[in-house]
């Protein structure tokens, strides 16, 4: 019979926060929970499940052989030892803090914990903070500009990428460089901070093409890396990047120890490598693991596929499995399709767009990853693909997904539908599509078969226009020895387009979203 003793311990006074904490959500403008919340409910894991929370206590190393820890009581400044059958380690991750010229200077906060929190509306409250900076335009950066905007604050956001939200292919962001520039957010993007100085009673940031940026209030959102010192200190094994190496199990290097969330490193679902993905999802199934594993139960993890989602301003970024950035460094060989369909059906009042690139094998329609953007649905596709992703489920899956739909809630072909619609026709030729960033458009005939209002609206440089309501009769005006480059606004009409010049002997090909990707690509470093 199982009967367990469980401690936890825990260093600061308040108790773990999950990954990728709401914080950005209570800070600035939002209210923090109650003290007694902060502090984790310690209580409640004593009286409900048997589970000791020691706060404030600091385990200082591991004794493998003895199967012993040292912890540290910091209230009573005393050390002592605990015995242990099974160890697990959930050290988490510590913000980054770079080797930066002034980073300690007053004023420059990182944000980790709910005292991060607290220390950060302090201070905008007692310096009456107008303007601020954000260094990093990932999760966390993003939140926080947002929360900051709101609270009337200027806001320069520095990313040393040229775009924000790294993990995301760079057309796929150009909606949210769009909203951030809408929102007044001054953006530096491609460039990263030199130093920090300080200057009477503002903050200069120094980047590394000269320019400088003022402000009363600087934060770090530059990332996290992986806790791994005490890992480390007893000998057990780390992965290239940092994080503790674990087994399918969590069991690390040491048959006895085990390891979860932000400080170890995982196995990327598509590409096989080895990788450190901070999120709260995979955090809690990996704890879920460790305990079967320790109660003898066959448990394995899966992998990750880094199953993420963002909101700004309104405006909502989803992603699944691997990036087209991810696929070429992995040399891994994919096909791409991007629609922007409605997130229900358009005769309904309200329908909102959202950009949708699917990524697959071009051998079998395996599905490789998803991206979408946009104010309504993109997350909820984007879950049904992640689904699809774990399944190994292919395009012509997602042709015959079964999905809800009533008018004010999707369409009978929903977007997930599309996607694997138009993917599908591309595999078995009856559809096939080009790619704006691929085609050389210099060579054959760059067709526009939106009708001449949008063509005149904006369109690209030596297109012929032809409506598609006029393209049956106007055929011969096309050349039969050339290829025939195809596109609309979005990309529908310009498959009906491909199909009838096809049907005629025509090399046609549908450049795959349309216009509106077109635009994405266009204006991804013209902002």
């Known amino acids: 019979r199982f009967s367990p003793s469980i401690s936890a311990t825990w260093r600061?006074?308040?108790?773990?926060?999950?990954?990728?904490?709401?914080?950005?959500?209570?800070?600035?403008?939002?209210?923090?929970?109650?003290?007694?919340?902060?502090?984790?409910?310690?209580?409640?894991?004593?009286?409900?499940?048997?589970?000791?929370?020691?706060?404030?206590?600091?385990?200082?190393?591991?004794?493998?052989?003895?199967?012993?820890?040292?912890?540290?009581?910091?209230?009573?400044?005393?050390?002592?030892?605990?015995?242990?059958?099974?160890?697990?380690?959930?050290?988490?991750?510590?913000?980054?803090?770079?080797?930066?010229?002034?980073?300690?200077?007053?004023?420059?906060?990182?944000?980790?914990?709910?005292?991060?929190?607290?220390?950060?509306?302090?201070?905008?409250?007692?310096?009456?903070?107008?303007?601020?900076?954000?260094?990093?335009?990932?999760?966390?950066?993003?939140?926080?500009?947002?929360?900051?905007?709101?609270?009337?604050i200027n806001v320069t956001l520095v990313e040393q990428l040229p775009q924000v939200l790294p993990p995301v292919d760079p057309e796929m962001v150009t909606p949210v460089h769009h909203k951030l520039k809408e929102?007044?957010?001054?953006?530096?993007?491609?460039?990263?901070?030199?130093?920090?100085?300080?200057?009477?009673?503002?903050?200069?940031?120094?980047?590394?093409?000269?320019?400088?940026?003022?402000?009363?209030?600087?934060?770090?959102?530059?990332?996290?890396?992986?806790?791994?010192?005490?890992a480390k200190d007893?000998?057990?094994?780390?992965?290239?990047?940092?994080?503790?190496?674990?087994?399918?199990?969590?069991?690390?290097?040491?048959?006895?120890?085990?390891?979860?969330?932000?400080?170890?490193?995982?196995?990327?679902?598509?590409?096989?490598?080895?990788?450190?993905?901070p999120l709260a999802g995979p955090a809690n199934r990996q704890g879920r693991i460790a305990a079967d594993s320790i109660a003898g139960r066959e448990a394995e993890f899966r992998g990750v596929q880094g199953t993420s989602v963002c909101g700004l301003f309104g405006l909502t970024v989803a992603s699944t499995g691997a990036s087209e950035k991810t696929l070429k460094r992995a040399n891994i060989p994919y096909e791409k399709v991007y629609l922007h369909p409605g997130h229900h059906v358009g005769y309904f009042p309200g329908a909102k767009p959202i950009d949708l690139k699917l990524l697959f094998s071009p051998e079998d329609g395996r599905i490789l990853g998803a991206q979408a953007v946009g104010e309504e649905g993109a997350e909820k596709r984007i879950?049904?693909?992640?689904?699809?992703?774990?399944?190994?489920?292919?395009?012509?899956?997602?042709?015959?997904?079964?999905?809800?739909?009533?008018?004010?809630?999707?369409?009978?072909?929903?977007?997930?539908?599309?996607?694997?619609?138009?993917?599908?026709?591309?595999?078995?030729?009856?559809?096939?599509?080009?790619?704006?960033?691929?085609?050389?458009?210099?060579?054959?005939?760059?067709?526009d078969v939106r009708d001449v209002d949008e063509f005149e609206r904006g369109h690209v440089a030596g297109t012929v226009n032809i409506p598609l309501n006029q393209l049956r009769d106007r055929m011969a005006e096309l050349p039969k020895e050339q290829p025939i480059h195809v596109y609309c606004q979005v990309g529908q009409r310009a498959y009906y387009a491909t199909r009838a010049l096809r049907l005629k002997g025509y090399d046609a090909a549908n450049l795959t979203g349309g216009y509106q990707t077109y635009l994405n690509f266009a204006e991804k470093v013209n902002l």
């Open 234 to 277: 007893a000998g057990l094994e780390l992965g290239q990047r940092g994080g503790i190496r674990v087994n399918a199990k969590m069991q690390t290097s040491d048959s006895q120890i085990w390891a979860v969330g932000d400080a170890v490193e995982v196995q990327d679902y598509i590409t096989k490598e080895w990788t450190l993905i």
């Open 383 to 447: 879950d049904v693909i992640a689904m699809a992703v774990q399944q190994h489920s292919t395009v012509y899956d997602l042709e015959e997904a079964e999905l809800c739909y009533a008018p004010q809630f999707g369409a009978a072909k929903d977007p997930v539908n599309f996607a694997g619609m138009i993917a599908a026709n591309h595999l078995r030729g009856d559809a096939p599509i080009i790619q704006w960033d691929l085609v050389d458009l210099s060579q054959g005939v760059l067709l």
């Open 183 to 230: 929102q007044g957010v001054n953006l530096c993007l491609g460039d990263g901070v030199k130093e920090f100085s300080q200057a009477e009673d503002e903050i200069i940031v120094s980047t590394q093409s000269g320019e400088q940026h003022h402000a009363d209030l600087v934060i770090l959102g530059i990332g996290v890396r992986p806790e791994n010192q005490l």
């Open 12 to 152: 600061p006074r308040t108790a773990p926060v999950r990954r990728r904490p709401p914080l950005p959500f209570r800070s600035p403008r939002h209210p923090l929970p109650p003290a007694r919340a902060q502090r984790g409910r310690g209580y409640l894991f004593k009286d409900r499940f048997n589970i000791e929370v020691r706060l404030e206590n600091e385990v200082l190393s591991i004794n493998r052989e003895q199967q012993t820890i040292t912890v540290k009581d910091l209230q009573q400044d005393k050390t002592y030892q605990e015995a242990y059958d099974a160890l697990v380690l959930a050290p988490g991750a510590s913000p980054v803090r770079p080797p930066i010229p002034g980073l300690d200077l007053p004023g420059i906060f990182a944000l980790r914990t709910i005292p991060d929190s607290r220390r950060i509306r302090s201070w905008i409250s007692e310096h009456n903070v107008q303007r601020a900076i954000v260094v990093g335009g990932g999760f966390i950066g993003l939140e926080m500009t947002e929360n900051l905007v709101h609270r009337g």
